[in-house]
């Protein structure tokens, strides 16, 4: 946060300087006054938008819950379950956002769970995906996972 705020005082005040016959003690006043506001509106702007989210993010960074349905049961063939809902779906990367407002990395978070070990779509869905990759050369990084295990 406080890098960026750096970078765009350096740019204003570089721009004002080669307008402008600064002294170095002017300069220096001026970095400090434009880092300053800028420090102040930036605290304004990212303590409104850090409310929701953030105090939340903590919390749950810091309590792993229990899924409530067996671990090996969560990725199957056709379908993945959210633990959240106990929903089954194909894919959960677009439910999880839509009903929980959750990110993959804060759902994988929640539950303590490797995302290598436990991918958001069924099997089939990723063996699909293994299988186009596959196809279109691009390899298969990322969908490593052997669709006969478990
Ligand atoms: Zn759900």
Same mark, same amino acid.
């Given at each position: 946060m406080a890098t960026e705020v750096l970078k765009l005082t350096a740019q204003i005040v570089i721009s004002h300087a080669s307008m402008s016959e600064l002294t170095p003690k002017e300069l220096v006043e001026e970095i400090k006054d434009i880092y300053n506001l800028l420090s102040s509106l930036e605290g304004e702007i990212s303590l409104a938008e850090a409310l929701p989210g953030a105090a939340e993010k903590g919390k749950e960074a810091a309590v792993v819950k229990k899924p409530s349905?067996? /671990?090996?049961?969560?990725?199957k063939e056709k379908y993945v379950v959210c633990?959240?809902?106990g929903k089954k779906m194909r894919t959960l990367k677009a439910h999880l956002r839509k009903a929980?407002? /959750?990110v993959p990395a804060e759902y994988y978070r929640q539950y303590g769970l490797d995302p290598k070990k436990f991918p958001l779509v069924c099997k089939e869905y990723s063996e699909q995906r293994r299988k186009l990759a596959k196809e279109k050369g691009l390899g298969e990084r990322g969908f490593r996972r052997k669709a006969k295990t478990a």
């Open positions: 349905i067996p /671990l090996d049961e969560i990725v633990l959240e809902c929980h407002k /959750l």
